[in-house]
């Protein structure tokens, strides 16, 4: 059974700082890993998705990479603003199955301080 | 091009009440996807739909129950409400096809709060 943890479970960084938002997931027969952020009371927003057969995904100021040997992925945001200020979560379709069932991480919240 | 739109917004239902939720996927869209989110359990996985069947169903009792028409609209409903269902109900709508790859992207609605009293 596929199991995703997010570290850490908070974060609050000075505007203008790099920061790394880190994902683990147990199975490593991964069919696809996605990034999303949730503002509060909100829907979530699609980052990034990372197939099984990538590495790395950009777009703008992020960039998430999977390494699935290591059960890993990682969030990337370059230069943070205020309006980064959300709850990220990772999430990974699990093995071969084709489906759209995407187990979820508990969430990083982030505060980007002015 | 619309979002993925969920109906209602907002509910309130006493407990042992049934509840019927809507959620109208972006056009051309095929796979929908339910997900319950609580503060204690975070996001999980209710069922998805695609093509009008359900191709996959979470760890949820019988209670929760799902359809999807040939316009890919679909439905959940939750009977026999307890106060555990207090929730904010997700929907997720992909292109989705066999061959993979960015159209796997899930995009969500903005949710549908449930309060069970």
């Known amino acids: 059974k596929q199991e995703v943890t997010q570290i850490p479970a908070a974060l609050s960084v000075p505007e203008g700082e790099n920061l790394v938002l880190n994902c683990s997931f147990t199975d490593s027969a991964i069919y696809n890993l996605q990034w999303f952020r949730q503002d509060p009371g909100k829907g979530l927003t699609s980052l990034l998705l990372?197939?099984?057969?990538?590495r790395e995904q950009t777009s703008g100021r992020l960039n998430a990479s999977l390494d699935k040997s290591s059960g890993r992925s990682t969030l990337y945001i370059a230069a943070s603003q205020p309006g980064d200020s959300a709850t990220y979560l990772c999430a990974g379709a699990p093995g071969n199955n084709y489906g759209q069932n995407f187990v979820f991480g508990p969430g990083t919240r982030l505060s980007v301080l002015p | 091009k619309a979002g993925v739109t969920q109906t209602p917004r907002y509910l309130i239902k006493t407990r042992g009440q049934q509840v019927t939720l809507s959620c109208s996927p972006i056009?051309?869209?095929?796979?929908v996807s339910w997900y319950q989110q609580t503060p204690g359990q975070g996001l999980q996985f209710l069922f998805e739909?695609?093509?009008?069947?359900?191709?996959n169903k979470g760890n949820f009792p019988g209670r929760f129950s799902g359809r999807q028409f040939s316009n890919s609209r679909s439905e959940m409903n939750v009977s026999t409400l307890e106060l555990g269902d207090s929730a904010l109900y997700l929907c997720?709508?992909?292109?989705?096809?066999?061959?993979?790859?960015?159209?796997?992207?899930?995009?969500f609605g903005p949710g549908t709060r449930l309060t069970v009293l």
């Open positions: 739909y695609f093509s009008e069947t359900q191709r």
């Open positions: 997720a709508s992909s292109l989705y096809s066999l061959a993979g790859g960015p159209t796997d992207t899930q995009y």
């Open positions: 056009s051309g869209h095929r796979s």
């Open positions: 990372i197939q099984s057969s990538q």
